[in-house]
């Protein structure tokens, strides 16, 4: 069974940063699109961001200039730099991978189990 294991989630001041690591057990990381969205309380889950095999990134405006998403291939795994952090920031993170890419969310095949990044004022 796939698992997407998660890391680097935490308490942080705004204007703080944070790593979040994602490293995909079995051998899904290179045929897929590796990502995260994140869903914060009363709201529906949103993506964040994603990148292709091939380096290719999108971010939600909402994070463009703040945080960076990268993937290292030979240790199959993908990092979110977040910067600049905000109290609306604040939600459970979760790395998700996909076939055919992360959008609509009914294209992800496999979540990790979720990582909460809370940012004070």
């Known amino acids: 069974q796939v698992q997407l294991v998660e890391s680097g989630g935490g308490l942080v001041q705004a204007g703080g940063s944070l790593r979040l690591s994602c490293t995909p057990s079995g051998s899904i990381f290179g045929g897929n699109v590796m990502g995260w969205y994140r869903q914060a309380p009363g709201k529906e889950r949103e993506l964040v961001a994603s990148i292709t095999r091939g380096g290719t990134t999108m971010y939600a405006d909402s994070v463009k200039g703040r945080f960076a998403i990268t993937r290292d291939n030979p240790k199959n795994t993908v990092y979110l730099q977040m910067d600049s952090l905000k109290p609306e920031d604040t939600a459970v993170y979760y790395c998700?991978?996909?076939?055919?890419?992360?959008?609509?969310?009914?294209?992800?095949?496999?979540w990790g189990q979720g990582t909460q990044v809370t940012v004070s004022s």
């Open positions: 998700a991978a996909g076939r055919m890419g992360l959008a609509p969310i009914r294209n992800v095949n496999y």
